[in-house]
């Protein structure tokens, strides 16, 4: 198992422009998620989704839209970026039963200038 | 807000030392409280977790103590090796649920040789 991909690794953006990270996983899992990681400011949950057609906001949702139209995928697009949005993302998946981990990618390192 | 307050924001052991992380929580309705390791260049991955029920898990050289009347729980690695350099998150949430993870903002890690 391949675990959760997420493409691209690294990504320069100018502002205003859009993009799409990618993310899929191999393991079933209903539950994934997208968190934004910034230096000292821990992990914060942008969208998550509990099954395919079903998405709900995180904490940090502004400037983001998701979509989960299959199990595997959950694809999270930046519309109009701006410099704020320079992070590292993470997906993840989950079984989403208590207690279950979170399996995360190694991320995708977004820069917007 | 739901809050998990995480201290050092940086720690520096000697090798065979003992690393200790703490974490403080406000909210009394959280029931499970992971930890996540976090290596550079990846995602983070679950280390170890416990629940309210008990006062402390053990894991290898990895022990979680739980004190819940104080509301705090802290991550000690025994013998610290320099693979243990890493980054560590605390987190917690309620209901048992994944989505509902809070973390905090995590701990840097170095184990001198």
């Known amino acids: 198992n391949a675990g959760v991909t997420q493409t691209p690794k690294f990504r320069i953006l100018k502002i205003g422009q859009s993009m799409t990270l990618q993310c899929t996983q191999d393991?079933?899992?209903?539950?994934m998620y997208w968190y934004r990681q910034d230096p000292g400011m821990g992990l914060k949950l942008i969208y998550y989704s509990v099954g395919a057609g079903i998405t709900d906001k995180g904490e940090v949702p502004n400037g983001y839209n998701v979509s989960r139209s299959t199990t595997e995928d959950f694809p999270l697009r930046l519309e109009l970026a701006a410099p704020s949005q320079t992070s590292v993302y993470f997906c993840?998946?989950?079984?989403?039963?208590?207690?279950?981990?979170?399996?995360f990618g190694n991320g995708t390192r977004l820069t917007v200038t | 807000q739901q809050q998990v307050k995480q201290s050092p924001q940086s720690l520096i052991v000697q090798k065979g030392g003992i690393s200790i992380i703490n974490c403080a929580y406000e909210n009394t309705a959280f029931d499970y409280f992971p930890w996540y390791q976090q290596f550079p260049g990846k995602g983070p991955a679950l280390l170890i977790a416990?629940?309210?029920?008990?006062s402390e898990k053990k894991e290898g050289r990895f022990t979680i103590s739980f004190n819940k009347s104080a509301k705090q729980f802290s991550l000690h690695i025994m013998d610290s090796q320099p693979g243990d350099s890493a980054t560590y998150f605390c987190a917690a949430s309620y209901q048992g649920g994944s989505e509902k993870l809070v973390f905090g903002k995590g701990t840097k890690l170095t184990v001198n040789p």
């Open positions: 416990i629940r309210p029920d008990v």
């Open positions: 993840a998946s989950s079984l989403g039963q208590g207690g279950s981990p979170l399996h």
């Open positions: 393991m079933n899992h209903n539950y």
